[in-house]
C-alpha cells in the first residue's frame, strides 16, 4: 500500500502555516485601561499559609555577584535581600517606615551627631555564630572603604566613625545631622551586615541572618535557597526552601508560569499585564512601585547649557501620552522624580505641554529653527518602557522643530558614553531604589552630588535645601523643603520627570503571602503554599 | 596520512594564534569596558580609572596579550573579569571552568540536534530524489525551503507554544544540573534539540536531495540501472556512497557552526551554553572570557572539519574503485 505522500505533505505544511497563525492570534496585547493597584487571586493574603514547600521563581536576570556591598544590579539586591539583612527593614508595603531588623531600637544624640543602636538579642549567621556589634562595624567600614567599591558608600557620606559600645550596642557619629539614616541603612543588600573579617569569603561562601541560608547555583541558571532554621523572627520562614530558575527572555518567563514550571515570576512584561489578569488559572498583583522614569539633558552641551532651551523641551512633551505609550497605559504621569509612594508628600508642577511656548523660548534662545539632537535610552533594551517613551519624545519634539533621532547603545556602552564621558545629548532612563526624595534628589542635583552626570549647576538656594532634606527629621517640614526645592529643579529643567511604572507579579493560586514593596523588595520568608506542596 | 594529520594541527594552531591577537585587539576596540558595564550608572570617570586599573587595563596591550598568552601556554586561561576579586572578596572563577561548563551543554546539544537533522533531512533527502520532479518532492523541497528560511528563534518559540504552553507535553525549562537526572535532562532538552534538528534536516534534506540528483546523472549510474539493478539499490548503493561527499561536507559545516553555541536557542531556553555565556561575556566586557570562548568555539571548527577531511580521504578509495 503506498503511502500518499502528496496530501499527507500538505497537511503537515497546512498544519506549520495554522500553527504560525496561532501562535500570532493567541497574543493579542490588549491596551490596559487600569492605573494603579489591583489584584486578582490570593496572592497578599497572609492567611491559610502552610508551612514548607519549595517556591520555584521565574527570575528575569542572573545573579551577578554574591558580595552584598559590590553587587550592582537591582536583581542582586533582590536575590540577596533573602540571604542578608541589615539593622533596619522596611515596615510593610503599606507603611514603608524604617524599622528595626538587626536592631532592636535607637536614640539619637541632642546634637544630632550621634545615634546609637541597640542589637536584637539571639541573632545568628547562617554558620552559627553568633552576630555582636563588631560586626556590624565591620560591615559599615567595609562599605564605606573606597578600596571595596561598595555600591551604598555615598550614601554613608555623613557618616563619621563607627564605634563598638559593647556586644549588643553601636554608635555612629557623624560629621552632621542625617535624618534618612535608618532608611539607608535598610538599603537591601547593599548595607547589609556580614560577620567580620569575612570580605575575602563574602563572594563564594554567603553567610549572613537572613531567613534563607545559600544552598547552591549553577552560574546564569538558577539559585537555590533553604530555610535557615536558627532565623530570629518566630515561625518564619514558612518555605522549606527558594529556587530561582532565570529566564531572562520575557516570552520564555510567561510560558514557564503558565505551563506551571515556575510558582511566580518578578517581572510580567506590561505588555502581558492584561491577558495575566484575564487569566484564571494565575494569581496577579499590580503595585504602585518608586520606578519613575526621566529625560535627561546634558547640560554641560550646547543648546542645553541655554535653560530657555530645556525648558522649551519640558513644554514640548506631552507627559501623559508618553505615559500612555509607555506603560501601556498602566503607569501614571509624575511632576517630579521623588517616589510617588514615599511617605513624605511632595508637590510641585513639571513645566506643562505648551508646543507654542517651546517655539517661543526656542526662538528666544537663538534656535528659531531648531536643532539636532540625539536621545539615548538606557539599559541597551532592558527596559522597553524607556524605548517606546523615547520615540514618542521624538514625534512630540519634532512637532516644535527639534530633530531628533533614538540612539540605542548596549548598557555598558551607555555608562560609558553618558556618566563615564559625558559625551551625550540627551537619555531616556529611570531611579527605582528610593522611596525617600533624599534618594531620587540629591545625588543627582546637588553641585556636590556622586551622580551629576547631567553637569547641572544647582542656584545655592537648592544646595541648601537638600542638605536641610537629609538632615531634618520632622516629616511636614521636609516635605515643604522638597516641594520647595523640586520648584527649583522643575523650573530649571536639567532632567524632565516623565512617568511612573507600576510592578506586576504573577503566581500560581495556591501562592500566598506576598509583600508588594515599592522597591520591589522580594522578602519571601511571608510567603508560602495555601494547601501542602 | 600522520603527515597530513600534522601539517593540519601545525596550521591549526597557527590559525588559532593569529586568531587570538586579532580578538584581543578588537574586544578592547570596542566602546566601554569591563568596569562601564559592571558600574552602571556609578560609572564616575574615578571609579571606572580604579576599576580598569584593578583589572589591569592600564598597561601597554602588547604587555597584557604576552601576560595573557604566557598563562595560556601553561594552561591558564585567567579569571572572568564579571566576577574577579573586588573589594578583596575571592569570587574569582576561572574562565576554563565557564569554557568546561558551557561545552557540557552545548556538546551534547550539537551532537543530538545534528543527529537528529541528520535521521531526518537524509531519508527525506533520498525519497525527494528518488521521486524528482513528482508532487512529493515538490512539497518536500518546499517544507526544506520553509525549513531553512526560519529563523531559530522561531521554530524554538513555535514548538514552545505547541508543546509546552498548550500541550503541555514537554517543559521549556531546563533543570538546573544536567546531569545530575540524564533521563529528565533528556525530557528538558527534547524541545531545544528539537529546534536545531528540524532547521539543519532542512539543509541536510536540500544538499542529500541536490547531491543524489547529480551522481544519478551520472554514467556509471545510468550503466548500473542499465544492467537491470532495481531502482533502490541503485540509488542507495551505488549513487548515496558517492553523494555522500559534499553531504558529509555540509554537516561537518553544520556542526563545527552548531559547536559555536546556538546562541538564540540557548538563551530562548536559558541553557547555559558557549553562544550564551559569550552573549553574556560581550556584554560584560569580560576579555578574558570572550577571548577563550571564540578561540574554544574556532577548535572545534577546525577540529570537525579535519575529522571531516579524514573521512572524505577514506571514502575516496570507494569513489576511484567504482570508475
Same mark, same amino acid.
Given at each position: 500500500?503506498?503511502?500518499?505522500?502528496?496530501?499527507?505533505?500538505?497537511?503537515?505544511?497546512?498544519?506549520?502555516?495554522?500553527?504560525?497563525?496561532?501562535?500570532?492570534?493567541?497574543?493579542?496585547?490588549?491596551?490596559?485601561?487600569?492605573?494603579?493597584?489591583?489584584?486578582?487571586?490570593?496572592?497578599?493574603?497572609?492567611?491559610?499559609?502552610?508551612?514548607?514547600?519549595?517556591?520555584?521563581?521565574?527570575?528575569?536576570?542572573?545573579?551577578?555577584?554574591?558580595?552584598?556591598?559590590?553587587?550592582?544590579?537591582?536583581?542582586?539586591?533582590?536575590?540577596?535581600?533573602?540571604?542578608?539583612?541589615?539593622?533596619?527593614?522596611?515596615?510593610?508595603?503599606?507603611?514603608?517606615?524604617?524599622?528595626?531588623?538587626?536592631?532592636?531600637?535607637?536614640?539619637?544624640?541632642?546634637?544630632?551627631?550621634?545615634?546609637?543602636?541597640?542589637?536584637?538579642?539571639?541573632?545568628?549567621?547562617?554558620?552559627?555564630?553568633?552576630?555582636?556589634?563588631?560586626?556590624?562595624?565591620?560591615?559599615?567600614?567595609?562599605?564605606?572603604?573606597?578600596?571595596?567599591?561598595?555600591?551604598?558608600?555615598?550614601?554613608?557620606?555623613?557618616?563619621?566613625?563607627?564605634?563598638?559600645?559593647?556586644?549588643?550596642?553601636?554608635?555612629?557619629?557623624?560629621?552632621?545631622?542625617?535624618?534618612?539614616?535608618?532608611?539607608?541603612?535598610?538599603?537591601?543588600?547593599?548595607?547589609?551586615?556580614?560577620?567580620?573579617?569575612?570580605?575575602?569569603?563574602?563572594?563564594?561562601?554567603?553567610?549572613?541572618?537572613?531567613?534563607?541560608?545559600?544552598?547552591?547555583?549553577?552560574?546564569?541558571?538558577?539559585?537555590?535557597?533553604?530555610?535557615?532554621?536558627?532565623?530570629?523572627?518566630?515561625?518564619?520562614?514558612?518555605?522549606?526552601?527558594?529556587?530561582?530558575?532565570?529566564?531572562?527572555?520575557?516570552?520564555?518567563?510567561?510560558?514557564?508560569?503558565?505551563?506551571?514550571?515556575?510558582?511566580?515570576?518578578?517581572?510580567?512584561?506590561?505588555?502581558?499585564?492584561?491577558?495575566?489578569?484575564?487569566?484564571?488559572?494565575?494569581?496577579?498583583?499590580?503595585?504602585?512601585?518608586?520606578?519613575?522614569?526621566?529625560?535627561?539633558?546634558?547640560?554641560?552641551?550646547?543648546?542645553?547649557?541655554?535653560?530657555?532651551?530645556?525648558?522649551?523641551?519640558?513644554?514640548?512633551?506631552?507627559?501623559?501620552?508618553?505615559?500612555?505609550?509607555?506603560?501601556?497605559?498602566?503607569?501614571?504621569?509624575?511632576?517630579?522624580?521623588?517616589?510617588?509612594?514615599?511617605?513624605?508628600?511632595?508637590?510641585?508642577?513639571?513645566?506643562?505641554?505648551?508646543?507654542?511656548?517651546?517655539?517661543?523660548?526656542?526662538?528666544?534662545?537663538?534656535?528659531?529653527?531648531?536643532?539636532?539632537?540625539?536621545?539615548?535610552?538606557?539599559?541597551?533594551?532592558?527596559?522597553?518602557?524607556?524605548?517606546?517613551?523615547?520615540?514618542?519624545?521624538?514625534?512630540?519634539?519634532?512637532?516644535?522643530?527639534?530633530?531628533?533621532?533614538?540612539?540605542?547603545?548596549?548598557?555598558?556602552?551607555?555608562?560609558?558614553?553618558?556618566?563615564?564621558?559625558?559625551?551625550?545629548?540627551?537619555?531616556?532612563?529611570?531611579?527605582?531604589?528610593?522611596?525617600?526624595?533624599?534618594?531620587?534628589?540629591?545625588?543627582?542635583?546637588?553641585?556636590?552630588?556622586?551622580?551629576?552626570?547631567?553637569?547641572?549647576?544647582?542656584?545655592?538656594?537648592?544646595?541648601?535645601?537638600?542638605?536641610?532634606?537629609?538632615?531634618?527629621?520632622?516629616?511636614?517640614?521636609?516635605?515643604?523643603?522638597?516641594?520647595?526645592?523640586?520648584?527649583?529643579?522643575?523650573?530649571?529643567?536639567?532632567?524632565?520627570?516623565?512617568?511612573?511604572?507600576?510592578?506586576?507579579?504573577?503566581?500560581?493560586?495556591?501562592?500566598?503571602?506576598?509583600?508588594?514593596?515599592?522597591?520591589?523588595?522580594?522578602?519571601?520568608?511571608?510567603?508560602?503554599?495555601?494547601?501542602?506542596? | 596520512?600522520? +603527515? =597530513?594529520? !600534522?601539517?593540519?594541527? @601545525?596550521?591549526?594552531?597557527?590559525? /588559532? &594564534?593569529?586568531?587570538? $591577537?586579532? #580578538?584581543? %585587539?578588537?574586544?578592547?576596540?570596542?566602546?566601554?569596558?569591563?568596569?562601564?558595564?559592571?558600574?552602571?550608572?556609578?560609572?564616575?570617570?574615578?571609579?571606572?580609572?580604579?576599576?580598569?586599573?584593578?583589572?589591569?587595563?592600564?598597561?601597554?596591550?602588547?604587555?597584557?596579550?604576552?601576560?595573557?598568552?604566557?598563562?595560556?601556554?601553561?594552561?591558564?586561561?585567567?579569571?572572568?573579569?564579571?566576577?574577579?576579586?573586588?573589594?578583596?572578596?575571592?569570587?574569582?572563577?576561572?574562565?576554563?571552568?565557564?569554557?568546561?561548563? +558551557? =561545552?557540557? !551543554?552545548?556538546?551534547? @546539544?550539537?551532537?543530538?540536534?545534528? /543527529? &537528529?537533522?541528520?535521521? $531526518?533531512? #537524509?531519508? %527525506?533527502?533520498?525519497?525527494?530524489?528518488?521521486?524528482?520532479?513528482?508532487?512529493?518532492?515538490?512539497?518536500?523541497?518546499?517544507?526544506?525551503?520553509?525549513?531553512?528560511?526560519?529563523?531559530?528563534?522561531?521554530?524554538?518559540?513555535?514548538?514552545?507554544?505547541?508543546?509546552?504552553?498548550?500541550?503541555?507535553?514537554?517543559?521549556?525549562?531546563?533543570?538546573?544540573?544536567?546531569?545530575?537526572?540524564?533521563?529528565?535532562?533528556?525530557?528538558?532538552?527534547?524541545?531545544?534539540?528539537?529546534?536545531?534538528?528540524?532547521?539543519?534536516?532542512?539543509? !541536510?534534506?536540500?544538499?542529500?536531495?541536490?547531491?543524489?540528483?547529480?551522481?544519478?546523472?551520472?554514467?556509471?549510474?545510468? %550503466?548500473?540501472?542499465?544492467?537491470?539493478?532495481?531502482?533502490?539499490?541503485?540509488?542507495?548503493?551505488?549513487?548515496?556512497?558517492?553523494?555522500?561527499?559534499?553531504?558529509?561536507?555540509?554537516?561537518?559545516?553544520?556542526?563545527?557552526?552548531?559547536?559555536?553555541?546556538?546562541?538564540?536557542?540557548?538563551?530562548?531556553?536559558?541553557?547555559?551554553?558557549?553562544?550564551?555565556?559569550?552573549?553574556?561575556?560581550?556584554?560584560?566586557?569580560?576579555?578574558?572570557?570572550?577571548?577563550?570562548?571564540?578561540?574554544?568555539?574556532?577548535?572545534?571548527?577546525?577540529?570537525?572539519?579535519?575529522?571531516?577531511?579524514?573521512?572524505?580521504?577514506?571514502?575516496?578509495?570507494?569513489?576511484?574503485?567504482?570508475?
Amino acid at each position: 500500500m503506498r503511502v500518499n505522500w502528496n496530501i499527507g505533505l500538505s497537511l503537515a505544511a497546512l498544519l506549520v502555516v495554522s500553527t504560525m497563525a496561532l501562535a500570532a492570534c493567541g497574543r493579542s496585547v490588549d491596551k490596559g485601561t487600569e492605573t494603579g493597584e489591583r489584584s486578582s487571586g490570593d496572592l497578599t493574603s497572609m492567611s491559610g499559609i502552610e508551612s514548607g514547600g519549595t517556591l520555584r521563581v521565574g527570575f528575569s536576570e542572573a545573579l551577578v555577584d554574591l558580595d552584598p556591598h559590590t553587587s550592582q544590579s537591582l536583581q542582586d539586591a533582590q536575590l540577596l535581600e533573602n540571604i542578608y539583612r541589615g539593622l533596619t527593614r522596611l515596615k510593610s508595603p503599606d507603611d514603608p517606615e524604617p524599622v528595626g531588623d538587626i536592631a532592636e531600637s535607637w536614640e539619637v544624640s541632642d546634637d544630632e551627631l550621634t545615634w546609637t543602636f541597640q542589637l536584637r538579642d539571639g541573632i545568628t549567621f547562617h554558620d552559627g555564630t553568633p552576630l555582636t556589634a563588631a560586626d556590624v562595624k565591620y560591615s559599615i567600614d567595609r562599605i564605606k572603604d573606597p578600596k571595596t567599591v561598595a555600591t551604598a558608600a555615598s550614601d554613608f557620606d555623613p557618616v563619621k566613625k563607627v564605634e563598638v559600645v559593647d556586644a549588643r550596642t553601636i554608635r555612629f557619629e557623624l560629621s552632621k545631622p542625617y535624618s534618612i539614616l535608618p532608611y539607608v541603612l535598610q538599603i537591601p543588600a547593599w548595607s547589609a551586615i556580614i560577620p567580620k573579617g569575612s570580605g575575602g569569603t563574602v563572594g563564594t561562601k554567603p553567610n549572613g541572618t537572613g531567613p534563607f541560608e545559600f544552598d547552591s547555583q549553577v552560574r546564569n541558571t538558577s539559585l537555590s535557597l533553604k530555610r535557615f532554621d536558627g532565623y530570629w523572627e518566630p515561625n518564619l520562614p514558612r518555605l522549606d526552601g527558594i529556587e530561582f530558575i532565570y529566564l531572562p527572555e520575557e516570552n520564555a518567563r510567561i510560558n514557564a508560569l503558565r505551563s506551571d514550571q515556575v510558582d511566580m515570576i518578578d517581572a510580567v512584561p506590561l505588555a502581558q499585564a492584561s491577558s495575566v489578569f484575564s487569566d484564571d488559572s494565575l494569581s496577579a498583583i499590580q503595585f504602585e512601585s518608586s520606578w519613575v522614569d526621566e529625560l535627561g539633558l546634558n547640560n554641560e552641551r550646547k543648546p542645553f547649557d541655554q535653560v530657555e532651551v530645556r525648558q522649551a523641551i519640558a513644554h514640548a512633551i506631552n507627559r501623559k501620552d508618553i505615559t500612555e505609550v509607555a506603560t501601556f497605559g498602566l503607569g501614571e504621569p509624575v511632576e517630579t522624580m521623588v517616589a510617588p509612594p514615599s511617605p513624605i508628600k511632595v508637590e510641585s508642577d513639571a513645566l506643562d505641554y505648551d508646543p507654542e511656548k517651546a517655539r517661543r523660548l526656542l526662538a528666544q534662545a537663538g534656535y528659531p529653527d531648531g536643532f539636532d539632537m540625539t536621545i539615548a535610552p538606557c539599559g541597551g533594551g532592558a527596559f522597553p518602557e524607556m524605548d517606546r517613551a523615547a520615540q514618542v519624545i521624538v514625534d512630540q519634539l519634532k512637532k516644535v522643530g527639534i530633530n531628533s533621532e533614538v540612539e540605542n547603545l548596549e548598557a555598558g556602552v551607555w555608562a560609558d558614553k553618558v556618566i563615564t564621558k559625558r559625551d551625550y545629548d540627551a537619555f531616556v532612563c529611570g531611579l527605582i531604589n528610593g522611596l525617600d526624595p533624599d534618594g531620587h534628589t540629591y545625588r543627582y542635583f546637588t553641585t556636590d552630588g556622586a551622580f551629576n552626570f547631567s553637569g547641572y549647576k544647582p542656584p545655592a538656594k537648592l544646595d541648601e535645601l537638600l542638605e536641610r532634606g537629609r538632615e531634618v527629621a520632622d516629616p511636614e517640614e521636609r516635605g515643604r523643603i522638597y516641594s520647595e526645592a523640586w520648584d527649583i529643579i522643575n523650573k530649571d529643567a536639567p532632567w524632565i520627570p516623565l512617568y511612573n511604572v507600576p510592578g506586576v507579579v504573577a503566581a500560581q493560586p495556591d501562592v500566598r503571602g506576598y509583600q508588594p514593596f515599592p522597591e520591589f523588595n522580594l522578602r519571601y520568608e511571608t510567603v508560602g503554599f495555601a494547601g501542602s506542596r | 596520512m600522520i +603527515g =597530513l594529520i !600534522v601539517r593540519r594541527v @601545525l596550521g591549526a594552531a597557527a590559525t /588559532l &594564534l593569529v586568531l587570538s $591577537i586579532i #580578538l584581543f %585587539l578588537m574586544i578592547q576596540a570596542l566602546p566601554g569596558s569591563p568596569a562601564t558595564s559592571m558600574l552602571g550608572q556609578r560609572a564616575t570617570p574615578e571609579l571606572v580609572a580604579q576599576v580598569n586599573a584593578d583589572f589591569g587595563l592600564d598597561q601597554p596591550i602588547l604587555q597584557q596579550y604576552l601576560h595573557w598568552l604566557g598563562g595560556v601556554v601553561q594552561g591558564d586561561f585567567g579569571y572572568s573579569l564579571a566576577t574577579a576579586g573586588r573589594g578583596g572578596s575571592l569570587s574569582e572563577i576561572p574562565v576554563s571552568e565557564i569554557i568546561v561548563d +558551557g =561545552l557540557k !551543554v552545548t556538546v551534547p @546539544l550539537a551532537f543530538l540536534g545534528m /543527529l &537528529l537533522a541528520v535521521l $531526518i533531512g #537524509l531519508p %527525506l533527502g533520498v525519497i525527494a530524489a528518488m521521486r524528482r520532479g513528482q508532487p512529493s518532492d515538490a512539497s518536500l523541497s518546499a517544507m526544506a525551503m520553509l525549513g531553512i528560511s526560519m529563523p531559530d528563534f522561531f521554530i524554538g518559540f513555535l514548538l514552545i507554544f505547541v508543546f509546552s504552553s498548550t500541550l503541555g507535553l514537554l517543559p521549556s525549562v531546563v533543570p538546573a544540573d544536567l546531569f545530575a537526572s540524564p533521563l529528565e535532562s533528556l525530557r528538558a532538552l527534547t524541545l531545544p534539540i528539537l529546534s536545531i534538528g528540524l532547521i539543519n534536516a532542512a539543509a !541536510v534534506a536540500r544538499m542529500t536531495r541536490t547531491s543524489l540528483l547529480e551522481t544519478i546523472a551520472l554514467d556509471y549510474v545510468t %550503466l548500473a540501472r542499465a544492467r537491470g539493478a532495481p531502482e533502490s539499490v541503485v540509488v542507495l548503493k551505488h549513487a548515496l556512497r558517492n553523494a555522500f561527499v559534499p553531504i558529509l561536507t555540509v554537516m561537518g559545516l553544520q556542526l563545527g557552526y552548531l559547536l559555536g553555541g546556538v546562541v538564540v536557542i540557548e538563551q530562548l531556553f536559558g541553557l547555559p551554553g558557549l553562544g550564551r555565556e559569550l552573549l553574556i561575556a560581550v556584554g560584560d566586557r569580560d576579555y578574558p572570557t570572550v577571548q577563550a570562548l571564540v578561540l574554544t568555539m574556532a577548535t572545534g571548527f577546525i577540529l570537525v572539519n579535519l575529522i571531516v577531511d579524514l573521512i572524505y580521504i577514506r571514502l575516496d578509495p570507494a569513489i576511484k574503485g567504482t570508475q
